[in-house]
């Protein structure tokens, strides 16, 4: 059987491992669609609920959100233009607001999605001890394959013992 992938979905937390997962879906797109997917987490929307009152202004949720979300499109335009301005034809990007694993899983059923990209660590030890790598969930309930990204030297094995 040989499966035409169509769509790659490349989720970015705009930490140091975007790039790399930019990088191997392009290896693996050939002439598919890359859409950039980056979530910006309910975690975070929630604790500026909590100390709004204390910005000055009075900031709205609604536009805390909506500059979170200019903020990142213009990171991820960067990123593309530096690294993958020969490919920005065949890729485009979408910001959503929610639960990172619950909003990825959406995103591939509401975009027919073929395969998901990712890295297995991004932006805090701290969110995965208390809640659980979105990384990991998305592994286990995805409905179409999920490819790894890892730096090596990162994951490097001290020993050849498992």
Same mark, same amino acid.
């Given at each position: 059987?040989?499966?035409?992938?169509?769509?790659?979905?490349?989720?970015?937390?705009?930490?140091?491992?975007?790039?790399?997962?930019?990088?191997? !879906? $392009?290896? %693996?797109?050939?002439? *598919?669609? &890359?859409? #950039?997917? /980056?979530? &910006? /987490?309910?975690?975070?929307?929630?604790?500026?609920?909590?100390?709004?009152?204390?910005? =000055?202004?009075? $900031?709205?949720?609604? /536009?805390?959100?909506?500059? %979170?979300?200019?903020?990142?499109?213009? @990171?991820?335009?960067?990123? #593309?233009?530096?690294?993958?301005?020969?490919?920005?034809?065949?890729?485009?990007?979408?910001?959503?607001?929610?639960? =990172? !694993?619950?909003?990825? @899983?959406?995103?591939?059923?509401?975009?027919?999605?073929?395969?998901?990209?990712?890295? /297995?660590?991004?932006?805090?030890? @701290?969110?995965?001890? @208390?809640?659980?790598?979105?990384?990991?969930?998305?592994? +286990?309930?995805? =409905?179409? =394959? $999920? $490819?790894?990204? +890892?730096? +090596?030297? &990162?994951?490097? +094995?001290?020993?050849? *013992?498992?």
């Amino acid at each position: 059987m040989k499966k035409k992938i169509h769509k790659i979905l490349a989720c970015v937390d705009l930490s140091d491992f975007s790039s790399m997962v930019l990088e191997y !879906s $392009v290896e %693996l797109a050939q002439d *598919s669609h &890359i859409v #950039i997917y /980056n979530v &910006i /987490n309910k975690l975070d929307v929630d604790a500026f609920k909590m100390v709004r009152k204390d910005f =000055p202004g009075n $900031v709205s949720v609604e /536009n805390f959100i909506k500059k %979170l979300k200019t903020e990142r499109e213009r @990171l991820l335009k960067d990123l #593309i233009k530096q690294h993958f301005f020969e490919q920005k034809s065949r890729m485009s990007f979408m910001i959503d607001v929610g639960v =990172p !694993s619950v909003q990825i @899983l959406r995103t591939v059923d509401k975009e027919n999605i073929d395969l998901i990209v990712m890295a /297995n660590k991004g932006r805090g030890n @701290l969110e995965r001890i @208390l809640f659980g790598s979105a990384a990991e969930k998305v592994f +286990r309930h995805s =409905p179409v =394959p $999920v $490819v790894s990204v +890892r730096d +090596r030297k &990162i994951f490097k +094995r001290e020993n050849s *013992s498992c």
